[in-house]
């Protein structure tokens, strides 16, 4: 079964640095789909079913911070966990993004195994669809 992420941030590279190590962690098959600010997400949240939300931090038009909040806020979007993907580090900002409502933090530069973790922690864990069997495996029928 595949899942929907939604990976939000302003730089088109960035978002496919992202969806790219998720598919090289082996995380298991995923949906993408993204948005290049807040505001952009909701709209792709209020539109389509996502598994999760990866989102970076600074952002033009509505932050991560903002995209967060909001989600909160709306009963349909509040169960969805949320990864903030960001350069800052400091104590206090880690601190601000728990108290914001997000489930997990990844700092830039991130790797695979780095990702994967986050993924494994939220959602558990996905089994990569090339690597599936045909066929009824363990069944006895």
């Known amino acids: 079964m595949a899942v929907n992420i ?4 302003d730089s088109l590279p960035m978002r496919s640095v992202i969806m790219k190590t998720i598919k090289a962690s082996g995380f298991g098959a995923a949906n993408f789909f993204q948005a ?3 505001a952009k997400a909701l709209e792709e949240l209020r539109s389509e079913w996502m598994d999760l939300v990866i989102t970076d931090y600074n952002m033009p038009e509505m932050n991560g911070g903002e995209l967060i909040m909001e989600m909160k806020k709306d009963d349909d979007l509040s169960s969805i966990p949320v990864i903030v993907v960001t350069t800052e580090g400091s104590r ?4 601000e ?9 990844v700092k830039k ?5 780095i990702i994967k973790e986050k993924l494994t922690q939220l959602l558990g864990e996905m089994q990569d669809e090339d690597s599936s069997e045909d066929g009824d495996g363990d069944f006895d029928f």
Not at 6 to 9: C, G, K, N, R
Not at 97 to 105: I, P, R, S, T, V
Not at 109 to 113: G, H, K, L, V
């Open 92 to 95: 206090e900002k880690v601190e």
């Open 97 to 105: 993004f728990e108290k914001m409502g997000a489930d997990a933090y």
């Open 6 to 9: 939604l990976v939000v941030d």
């Open 109 to 113: 530069p991130f790797t695979p195994e």
């Open 36 to 38: 290049p600010d807040g």
